[in-house]
């Protein structure tokens, strides 16, 4: 799908130490409304997002996560969910954020929000997670066998094969992916926008980088400890999850009721005709359910 409303303001800034470049949309005054995304994907994933969240008053911003053009590689090495959560409170400080803000993670940006939220509490008001349940809720089913089946990616990144496997072919295996975690869903501008911002040995290996720091505790580092054990942890504000009723990346088989692992007041919502990449596939009912959670 190519973008009907694509955000053509961007900005830079400093944040924990790394330069983030972002797309953003709104009011410069307005409440930070941070949207997060995830593997493999771009800021881009939130063109339709940005826009309705503009039009209700708030400074949305996306940013490109640390290692994926334009952003930089952080000098740190550090691709732990501690050194995600810190980037995006860092973030909240740099662009003035406010005790309105909320935030928005898809996939790696999901557990970044959770992190955040855990890791300064009085930064965020309200949490939107999509794609990938609170780590409570995964515990045990991450581990059933047809999900180890659709999380393959994740184990073949431990190898150090990775990254020639994926750039073969003009990075074949990013659009196979897409079309295994979308299916029907014609993602030829988005993945070109990924191929952008990883199409360098550089970026690529921070982007696998990310996975091979949650399998190995060792490639933590400890100033990100703190941020860590937030990000394992349920977030104290409300939260909405949306996750696809036809997600090819997390399976709904395996999600079951996230809201027993969230706060008091949170929500769950199955977005019919879409895959993993929700928020692409149906804007219109994942735009109306974000803004009505984050106005009720």
Known sequence: MQPHASPDRTGQVTANGVELAYLHDGPLDGPLALCLHGFPDTAYTWRHLL????????HAVAPFMRGYAPSGVP????????????????????LGGGADAVVIGHDWGAYAAYGAAGLAPERWRRVVAMAVPPPAAMAASFFAYRQIKRSFYMFFFQ?????????????????????????????????????EALGDPERLAA??????????????????????????STPPQRTLYLHGADDGCIGLDVVGDV?????????????????????????????????RFLGS
């Open 159 to 195: 190898s150090p094969l990775a990254e020639i496997a994926v750039s073969l072919d003009g990075y074949a295996f990013l659009d196979h992916l897409w079309e295994d975690w979308s299916p029907g869903y014609d993602a030829t501008w988005d993945v070109a926008r990924v191929k």
């Open 207 to 232: 982007a696998i980088g990310y996975y091979r720091a949650a399998f190995d505790p060792g490639r933590h580092q400890p100033a990100y400890g703190p941020a860590q054990s937030a990000s394992s």
């Open 75 to 94: 000098a740190d090495g550090a691709y732990q969910t501690g050194a995600l959560a810190t980037d995006a409170c860092a973030l909240h400080e740099a």
């Open 51 to 58: 826009p309705d969240l503009a039009a209700a008053g708030y």
């Open 259 to 291: 809201v027993p692992h969230l706060a008091a007041g949170s929500e769950q919502l199955v977005i019919d005709g879409a895959g993993h990449f929700l928020q692409l596939e149906r804007p219109e009912p994942v735009n109306a359910a974000v803004l």
